[in-house]
């Protein structure tokens, strides 16, 4: 995969996410040529101990263990501004969101404010619908797991487009993530347990 920010080298532990599973990568390579570390903008491949093909899926993102590991997205909101929808968008609707490498259809659950595309200020609260032109902040939730970031911290995995209708039909920038925890997930309470401990 392309390494979006910060250095991937051997020997470092890599968590993917949603599946979060940890892993130690044994080498990194580009054009079947090792390399020491992988840069941004690298697309490179690596070895992992003890994962298999069918543990990872495209749409994953992998992320230091150690260091704010990437994690399962409960919710989270966002500024959309619709470019090319031929109707209006209320909540309930559920079009199918790219961002980073995932496809993943997310439902837009709450319509928290209308905003002004440029200067970002409030112009109504808790909005029916929003149509063309509109900039609005929504609470968005995966219908699948799914791992994103807050534009401000990782900038390419906190952008997204809107498809519906074969087209892209709004844009977004991610604000904030609620992140599932560790623990709801099946099998992973020791998981949760152990990180608990490390606080």
């Keep these: 995969g392309r390494v979006e920010t910060g250095i991937l080298k051997p020997g470092m532990n890599v968590t ?9 990568v044994k080498s990194v390579e580009m054009h079947h040529v090792a390399l020491p570390e992988a840069l941004p903008g690298d697309n490179v491949g690596f070895n992992v101990k003890n994962l298999s ?8 993102v992998a992320g230091d263990a150690k ?7 409960e919710t989270f909101n966002a500024q959309v501004i619709v470019l090319n929808h031929p109707g209006t968008i209320h909540a ?31 112009m109504e609260a808790g909005p029916k619908s929003v ?6 902040i929504v609470m968005l939730t995966p219908s699948k797991p799914m791992c994103v970031e ?3 911290e990782y900038p390419p995995l906190g ?4 498809r519906d209708m074969r087209q892209t039909v709004a844009v977004g920038v991610i604000k904030s993530v609620v992140r599932k925890e ?16 490390k606080k």
Excluded: W
Excluded at 16 to 24: M, Q, R
Excluded at 159 to 162: D, E, G, L, S
């Design 16 to 24: 993917f996410s949603p599946a979060g599973l940890t892993t130690e």
């Design 53 to 60: 093909v069918k543990d990872i899926r495209r749409g994953m």
């Design 67 to 73: 260091n704010d590991p990437p994690q399962e997205t």
């Design 92 to 122: 309930g609707y559920a079009p199918v969101l790219d961002c980073h490498t995932a496809h993943i259809a997310c439902k837009f659950t709450e319509l928290l404010e209308k905003v002004d595309r440029r200067t970002g200020a409030v």
């Design 131 to 136: 149509k063309n032109g509109d900039s609005a």
């Design 150 to 152: 807050p534009y401000t």
């Design 159 to 162: 952008r997204f487009a809107v």
């Design 182 to 197: 560790a623990s709801q997930k099946k099998g992973a309470a020791a998981a949760g347990a152990k990180k608990a401990g």
